[in-house]
């Protein structure tokens, strides 16, 4: 059981430049969410998707476009980066349709540099 | 709306010695409460939540915090620190009308001197 994947673990971008980052989970679980994580500001909430097919978005969704491929991965593209998107981006997901109580399991990070 | 504060960006503690972290939340209704940890280069893993029911909770590692409505706080504590316990601590509030709306404190830095 490997729990949450993400990849690639680190990237260096230039302004510009788009990519895609990869999160799959094997544990089933029907809900997915994208974090980035800046110093001083804790975790906020990119994109989720409460079940294959459907996303919605958080708190700092721009810049960003999410999809939600199958039941096990979920994938964050930014088209044209830019330096403010320089981040660690976390992958999560939950077990059931979006609760306020359900655990969060979290994977490693992508971190992301932007110049 | 609701949020959530931690008091302290760092806390520095003697190995042996009382760990208190503090967490204040702002939510209109009966919140869920949570403690997350991060380990250094590591995703966030869960300590401990409340969710209903008897206000002290136990997590893991010896960790447990204590739900203070008159307080509005959710402060972590463990009673004897080891070295091992180093690490980013997180505390999140959600409502219970608001699905999936997890909000993260801005985190607290835990570090254990010998």
């Known amino acids: 059981n490997a729990g949450v994947t993400q990849t690639p673990k680190f990237q260096v971008l230039k302004t510009g430049q788009s990519m895609t980052l990869q999160c799959a989970q094997d544990m089933n679980h029907n809900s997915m969410y994208w974090y980035r994580q800046d110093p001083g500001m804790g975790l906020r909430l990119i994109y989720y998707?409460?079940?294959?097919?459907?996303?919605d978005k958080g708190e700092v969704p721009n810049g960003y476009n999410v999809s939600r491929l199958n039941k096990r991965e979920f994938s964050l593209r930014l088209e044209s980066a830019a330096p403010s998107q320089t981040s660690v981006y976390f992958c999560?997901?939950?077990?059931?349709?979006?609760?306020?109580?359900?655990?969060?399991?979290f994977g490693p990070g992508t971190r992301l540099t932007v110049l | 709306a609701q949020s959530v504060t931690q008091l302290g960006s760092h806390v520095s503690v003697s190995e042996g010695a009382l760990v208190l972290l503090r967490c204040n939340y702002s939510?209109?209704?009966?919140?869920?409460l949570f403690w997350y940890v991060q380990y250094p280069n590591q995703g966030l893993q869960l300590l401990l939540k409340?969710?209903?029911?008897?206000?002290l909770v136990k997590g893991i590692n010896g960790f447990e915090a204590e739900f203070k409505k008159s307080e509005t706080s959710f402060h972590l504590t463990k009673p004897s620190a080891h070295m091992s316990d180093a690490a980013e601590y997180f505390c999140a509030v959600s409502e219970r009308s608001s699905a999936s709306k997890i909000i993260f404190g801005s985190g607290t830095r835990l570090s254990i001197r010998p």
């Open positions: 998707s409460a079940s294959e097919g459907t996303t």
């Open positions: 999560a997901s939950s077990a059931s349709l979006p609760s306020s109580w359900d655990t969060q399991y």
């Open positions: 939510s209109s209704v009966p919140p869920y």
């Open positions: 409340y969710t209903t029911g008897a206000t």
